[in-house]
């Protein structure tokens, strides 16, 4: 990477940071360093290091101090090369033979290669290693203990030129790594590239080259692979051999990935020189280099020669396009005929068979583009390419191409519009991109819904998508489509951000696309950069000229809709700057386009509104200079504000202005009712669908006309107080400016009771709002929060809090509360540390009715808040007809007054909706936990159910019964049989049995883990305290504190009919002897695992000898502390007595037997606690 060098200030600055000290005290030193190096900033900093050696730099009485002379008679190194190597200049020779031999290796270098090289041990590196950190030569590397680092490229640099014979140690290094990786895969096909190319071994190199470069590529290292294909393609030439078919490799490869790298010019020549070699018969390579090509030209912002390269790729492959426009419209009829039949009928679209060849991929690619290009400049030719393609892809398998097409959807449908059909087939193509884990076709898909957000005017869905696809195409370096995206952003943004935000987006989309070089999308980011300013304000003349400048490259790059619209964007910052003339003149250029084009992009039609707009303002200030001039400018008015009401009925991100400019047309021409209508339609519209811009200038419209009538108007009024704040709230502080000038001229006393008026109005209109959405929420602290929330807001309140009664004993508790410090928020609730007032809570108490109370009024309640530095409080009761519920509490400690009857008055309604709703979501949550714990229940016992065998294993030697008996709650019981590592029919089988501590969902969810953790580490062949160990150290790192699993681990072994055991504080097992009918209790021991992080020591494995014909129990405490009417427990002696009684039954019978006498000593009491059980019998 080049470096590059610093000026004077820079340097001044990086020496004074290094020295801590001011730049002004560094001037002479900085000075003088940046004559020595010309400004490289690693030789700066060398010298530097070298003058604090010298104590030429030094630090005397806490400041730093150096001397001119002393600078000019330092003897320093002249280049970086010689300070580098001066710094090492008191190490032993072997060192710097090392040092040198690890340069050749690379940057980073794995000690074991490094002793392989040297015939050294890697213990006898360790010095020089250690010494070479000291000298700030190397790094170690913290994640791999067995690698370091050279510090930096020049101090490697530095050693890689004391090594004379370096081409014979390339060389030889290539053969080491190659074979200690004969399979040649991964990163280490990087290193055998570099090696083998420095080595002078051409062959190698040249075909690691190409492996490194692919690979490179694949992984969207884009410069990375241009330099390794361009290292293959100089081997080749180097050897005369540009006949080689590797040749063609190395071409499409570097011209292809520096088409992505940004290199347009350089892919250009590239792959042009790869199509006159490509041999005429490989069709199959020349359609895909054609392809390739045309991309370049097209991303270079050259569309014609694109198209022209695709067409003639296409009719070698044999598709030909209509070329007349009948043959085109009569194409896309029975193309959209049999779209409509894959609609209606998608099982049948796709055959069964092998997935689509590379013909039909290059081909779809190249339809593909060809639908994006025409879509700039032809919109029949766009429709039928897409229909064409889109048909032929689904009479294909699923792959990436017909995701690719279902990616185009939704600019194709909705220009129609037809939006279910874009989102439809958009949704299919980002969960086919996702199946294929195609990245780049996802990210598209997630671009195209951008636009369709917007065309639907749903900008915030966009914004979202927006954040998806830039994400992906950034990461994989598709820099025209991620311009795409940005854009897509800027439109929703226009609509929708607040205006600051948007100038931000738009500073990020410039940087990242001029860091890129796509000319196109730059033109694009600079349009939209000065179109944001116009609408805020505060474009400048600079930015006028730069916007008309990349309007008109934009033009001249073929891309007609997005020039229209730029034009249109143009036209609207001269307005808005009050240079009509020049604003009409654009207009002038932009109609000459639309009679010269067939354009029907949807994105591009606030043209119409914008050019109504410009001819209405014209005939404004012309109708009595020159009436005929001024009637024409009303008449293409006219023709604009139908074309925009027709535009907005079907795109409703230009519904609002449209019905602006037509209610202004019609209020020109007398028709006023009309145009009051009209504009009360666009302000209802734009209130649901937010765009503060757009609702200011709506409101302001209308409230101009309506004073030239009635200067005193109560609505104009309201109009101009809303149109205020929505220019605020959209950051256009020029309009909210004129706006307040507007109502400045108006009566003060007439100008406040209009607002009054206009608050009490949208409070009504928010209380019903609100007492909607709290009547829908049944979640109690969410709607105590709502509740609290409108309520602060609507009264102007500083500090609010909701006090409800306590079930058992009526008290009342703080629920919820806000504006109190951190501090008074973390104590315990009290009325004197809260400053709440009882006094004012008992009077409303007594009186069933909300009060408003001040510090000055009087009284008891008056001293509490005066003592509490609070101005004024209201207290309104939570009541239904049955019930008292609580308090409604707010306050306010910086004026008096902001509490009146109206704020009274609309709490007092607000309180009748707020205690139904909070009764209800009382009564909801009841019948909700109820219904919760039934589907945990149910869901754990599934859940329980499911990880436990379905029957005993068969395995030689032994037979097994077993049986769990839930209980009502659910219980952590667990066991399992688990075939272990074995040769055939000889495989041990492992029997697990468990009981995790706790009861519900999560003891149930714990054992799920549990059996999957021992599932997994039984199928390693270690010991089995080894796997209880290993357990342990997952579940303590998984579990939640205090939860733990007790647990006996056995492994029968069929070869040697032996048992052996490992326990983890489980009950005891108990064995029936086949001899002395006796049962013997075994202790287990252990510890139970997930308690604390370590047990190894605590675990052994045990055998448990036993002879034919034994019985093993294993159970759960669920069976020995079953409980019966009277208390009592089952007990350990009632178990012992029943396995000698079951005994002679078998292992099925013993198992049915205990079942039995456990379900009989119960009764009918419930039963709290899993019962489990074992039985395993030895053959006879």
């Known amino acids: 990477m080049a470096v590059k060098a610093f000026d004077a200030n820079e340097t001044r600055e990086m020496v004074s940071r290094v020295?801590?000290?001011?730049?002004?005290?560094?001037?002479?030193?900085?000075?003088?360093?940046?004559?020595?190096?010309?400004?490289?900033?690693?030789?700066?900093?060398?010298?530097?290091?070298?003058?604090?050696?010298?104590?030429?730099?030094?630090?005397?009485?806490?400041?730093?101090?150096?001397?001119?002379?002393?600078?000019?008679?330092?003897?320093?190194?002249?280049?970086?090369?010689?300070?580098?190597l001066r710094r090492v200049r008191d190490l032993p020779p072997s060192d710097l033979e090392v040092l040198s031999l690890a340069a050749v290796v690379g940057k980073e270098v794995q000690l074991e290669l490094l002793s392989s090289l040297t015939t050294r041990r890697i213990e006898d590196l360790v010095g020089t290693i250690d010494r070479a950190v000291d000298h700030q030569i190397l790094a170690r590397d913290i994640a791999e203990e067995d690698s370091v680092a050279f510090v930096h490229d020049r101090v490697r640099e530095a050693f890689y030129g004391?090594?004379?014979?370096?081409?014979?140690?390339?060389?030889?290094?290539?053969?080491?790594?190659?074979?200690?990786?004969?399979?040649?895969?991964?990163?280490?096909?990087?290193?055998l590239a570099y090696h083998y190319g420095r080595g002078e071994q051409s062959e190698k190199a040249l075909d690691y080259s190409l492996k490194a470069a692919a690979m490179a590529a694949q992984s969207t290292a884009h410069d990375l692979a241009v330099h390794l294909y361009g290292q293959a393609r100089g081997l080749l030439e180097s050897k005369s051999q540009t006949d080689d078919p590797r040749y063609l490799d190395a071409l499409e490869g570097l011209g292809e990935a520096s088409r992505l790298s940004g290199k347009f010019t350089e892919a250009i020549d590239v792959l042009k020189i790869c199509v006159r070699l490509v041999p005429k018969q490989d069709r199959l390579r020349l359609t895909r280099v054609l392809a390739k090509l045309a991309d370049a030209h097209f991303e270079r912002a050259e569309a014609v020669m694109a198209t022209k390269l695709i067409e003639r790729a296409l009719r070698g492959v044999g598709i030909h396009l209509p070329k007349s426009r009948l043959a085109m419209r009569c194409g896309i009829l029975w193309e959209f005929l049999v779209q409509m039949i894959h609609t209606a009928r998608p099982r049948r679209r796709a055959k069964p068979g092998a997935p689509p060849s590379a013909l039909e991929e290059i081909t779809t690619r190249l339809l593909s583009r060809l639908t994006y290009i025409s879509y700039f400049?032809?919109?029949?030719?766009?429709?039928?390419?897409?229909?064409?393609?889109?048909?032929?892809?689904?009479?294909?398998?699923?792959?990436?191409?017909?995701?690719?097409?279902?990616?185009?959807?939704?600019?194709?449908?909705?220009?129609?519009?037809?939006f279910w059909k874009a989102r439809r087939d958009l949704n299919l193509g980002i969960e086919m991109s996702k199946a294929f884990n195609d990245r780049h076709q996802e990210a598209c898909s997630y671009s195209y819904f951008i636009s369709v957000c917007h065309l639907m005017n749903e900008p915030a869905l966009g914004i979202e998508y927006s954040s998806k696809a830039i994400g992906i195409l950034r990461r994989i370096g598709e820099y025209y489509d991620l311009g795409v995206a940005y854009v897509f952003r800027e439109h929703c943004n226009s609509v929708y951000t607040r205006y600051s935000k948007a100038v931000a987006d738009n500073e990020e989309f410039l940087r990242v696309i001029r860091d890129c070089g796509v000319p196109q999308p730059?033109?694009?980011?600079?349009?939209?950069?000065?179109?944001?300013?116009?609408?805020?304000?505060?474009?400048?003349?600079?930015?006028?000229?730069?916007?008309?400048?990349?309007?008109?490259?934009?033009?001249?790059?073929?891309?007609?809709?997005?020039?229209?619209?730029?034009?249109?964007?143009?036209?609207?910052?001269?307005?808005?700057?009050?240079?009509?003339?020049r604003a009409l003149s654009v207009v002038g250029h932009i109609e000459e386009l639309m009679r010269a084009y067939d354009m029907r992009a949807p994105w591009i039609l606030e043209l119409w509104p914008i050019c109504?707009?410009?001819?209405?303002?014209?005939?404004?200030?012309?109708?009595?200079?020159?009436?005929?001039?001024?009637?024409?400018?009303?008449?293409?008015?006219?023709?604009?504000?139908?074309?925009?009401?027709?535009?907005?009925?079907?795109?409703?991100?230009?519904?609002?202005?449209?019905?602006?400019?037509?209610?202004?047309?019609?209020?020109?021409?007398?028709?006023?009712?009309?145009?009051?209508?009209?504009?009360?339609?666009?302000?209802?519209?734009?209130?649901?669908?937010?765009?503060?811009f757009r609702l200011g200038c709506l409101l302001r419209e209308a409230a101009r006309w309506i004073r030239t009538e009635d200067p005193k108007s109560r609505l104009a009024q309201e109009y101009l107080l809303e149109a205020k704040e929505a220019f605020e709230a959209a950051d256009c502080l020029k309009d909210a400016e004129e706006v307040a000038a507007l109502l400045h001229g108006a009566k003060q006393r007439e100008v406040h009771r209009t607002r009054q008026a206009l608050t009490f109005k949208r409070h009504l209109e928010s209380l019903l709002s609100v007492t909607q959405a709290i009547g829908s929420v049944f979640d109690l602290k969410e709607l105590l929060q709502q509740i609290l929330s409108y309520a602060m807001e609507v009264s102007g309140s500083e500090r609010g809090c909701i006090l409800l009664r306590a079930e058992a004993s009526s008290a009342l508790e703080l629920r919820v509360g806000?504006?109190?410090?951190?501090?008074?928020?973390?104590?315990?609730?009290?009325?004197?540390?809260?400053?709440?007032?009882?006094?004012?809570?008992?009077?409303?108490?007594?009186?069933?009715?909300?009060?408003?109370?001040?510090?000055?009024?009087g009284g008891e309640a008056a001293e509490e808040l005066a003592a509490s530095g609070v101005r004024q409080a209201m207290a309104v009761p939570l009541r239904t007809?049955?019930?008292?519920?609580?308090?409604?509490?707010?306050?306010?400690?910086?004026?008096?007054?902001?509490?009146?009857?109206?704020?009274?008055?609309?709490?007092?309604?607000?309180?009748?909706?707020?205690?139904?709703?909070?009764?209800?979501?009382?009564?909801?949550?009841?019948?909700?936990?109820?219904?919760?714990?039934?589907?945990?229940?149910q869901l754990g016992q599934e859940i329980?159910?499911?990880?436990?065998?379905?029957?005993?294993?068969?395995?030689?030697?032994?037979?097994?019964?077993?049986?769990?008996?839930?209980?009502?709650?659910?219980?952590?019981?667990?066991?399992?049989?688990?075939?272990?590592?074995?040769?055939?029919?000889?495989?041990?089988?492992?029997?697990?049995?468990?009981?995790?501590?706790?009861?519900?969902?999560?003891?149930?969810?714990?054992?799920?883990?549990?059996?999957?953790?021992?599932?997994?580490?039984?199928?390693?062949?270690?010991?089995?305290?080894?796997?209880?160990?290993?357990a342990n150290r997952i579940l303590h790192g998984q579990m939640t504190f205090g939860t733990f699993i007790s647990l006996l681990y056995l492994q029968w072994n069929p070869a040697m009919r032996a048992l052996s055991f490992a326990a983890a504080g489980h009950c005891d097992p108990l064995v029936l002897r086949a001899a002395t009918s006796k049962v013997e209790r075994i202790p287990s021991g252990g510890i139970a695992l997930g308690l604390i992080p370590e047990i190894e020591s605590k675990i052994q494995e045990r055998a448990l000898p036993l002879a034919p014909g034994d019985h093993v129990l294993l159970f759960t405490d669920g069976v020995i502390e079953a409980q019966n009417a009277r208390g009592e427990e089952f007990g350990m002696e009632r178990l012992t007595e029943a396995v000698q009684r079951h005994g002679p039954r078998g292992a099925a019978g013993l198992a049915a037997g205990l079942r039995e006498d456990v379900a009989a000593f119960i009764g009918s009491e419930a039963q709290y606690d899993d019962i489990t059980l074992i039985v395993l019998e030895v053959d006879r």
């Open 19 to 84: 020295l801590l000290e001011t730049p002004d005290r560094v001037d002479g030193l900085a000075r003088y360093l940046l004559a020595r190096t010309q400004g490289n900033p690693f030789f700066i900093l060398e010298l530097l290091r070298t003058l604090i050696d010298e104590r030429v730099v030094r630090y005397e009485d806490g400041r730093c101090r150096f001397e001119q002379a002393e600078l000019e008679r330092v003897d320093l190194p002249d280049n970086l090369v010689d300070a580098v």
């Open 162 to 191: 004391r090594v004379d014979n370096v081409s014979e140690l390339h060389g030889r290094i290539a053969r080491e790594l190659e074979s200690r990786n004969p399979e040649g895969g991964g990163r280490v096909v990087y290193d």
């Open 377 to 418: 400049h032809d919109s029949e030719k766009t429709f039928y390419v897409y229909l064409r393609n889109l048909n032929r892809c689904e009479n294909l398998p699923p792959s990436t191409m017909l995701a690719a097409q279902y990616a185009l959807a939704g600019p194709i449908w909705s220009s129609i519009p037809w």
């Open 522 to 581: 730059l033109t694009w980011a600079l349009t939209y950069k000065s179109y944001h300013h116009s609408i805020a304000g505060t474009l400048t003349p600079e930015g006028l000229v730069e916007m008309q400048k990349s309007v008109d490259d934009n033009e001249a790059m073929g891309d007609k809709p997005s020039s229209i619209a730029g034009y249109g964007h143009l036209a609207f910052a001269y307005s808005r700057m009050g240079q009509l003339d």
């Open 612 to 692: 109504a707009e410009i001819h209405m303002e014209v005939y404004l200030r012309d109708r009595a200079s020159d009436p005929a001039k001024a009637a024409d400018h009303l008449e293409r008015a006219r023709r604009y504000c139908d074309e925009a009401r027709r535009a907005g009925g079907k795109f409703r991100y230009v519904y609002g202005w449209a019905w602006q400019v037509s209610g202004t047309y019609w209020w020109i021409t007398g028709r006023k009712s009309r145009a009051l209508r009209a504009w009360d339609r666009g302000i209802r519209y734009v209130r649901h669908h937010p765009c503060d």
């Open 818 to 857: 806000s504006g109190w410090s951190r501090e008074v928020a973390a104590k315990p609730f009290s009325y004197e540390s809260y400053g709440v007032s009882l006094a004012l809570i008992e009077r409303v108490r007594q009186k069933g009715e909300a009060l408003v109370a001040g510090a000055k009024d």
């Open 881 to 937: 007809k049955e019930k008292d519920l609580g308090f409604l509490y707010l306050d306010n400690q910086m004026a008096d007054g902001v509490f009146g009857e109206e704020e009274l008055e609309l709490m007092k309604s607000f309180a009748i909706q707020a205690a139904v709703s909070i009764e209800n979501t009382s009564l909801v949550q009841s019948l909700v936990e109820q219904d919760r714990l039934k589907q945990e229940m």
């Open 944 to 1030: 329980q159910q499911g990880f436990l065998p379905k029957e005993a294993p068969v395995v030689t030697g032994l037979k097994v019964a077993a049986f769990m008996q839930p209980a009502r709650e659910i219980g952590g019981d667990y066991y399992d049989f688990i075939l272990r590592p074995g040769n055939n029919g000889s495989s041990p089988l492992a029997v697990v049995i468990g009981d995790v501590t706790g009861k519900g969902l999560g003891a149930g969810l714990n054992m799920a883990m549990v059996k999957t953790t021992l599932l997994t580490l039984s199928r390693e062949e270690i010991g089995l305290g080894e796997i209880l160990t290993k």
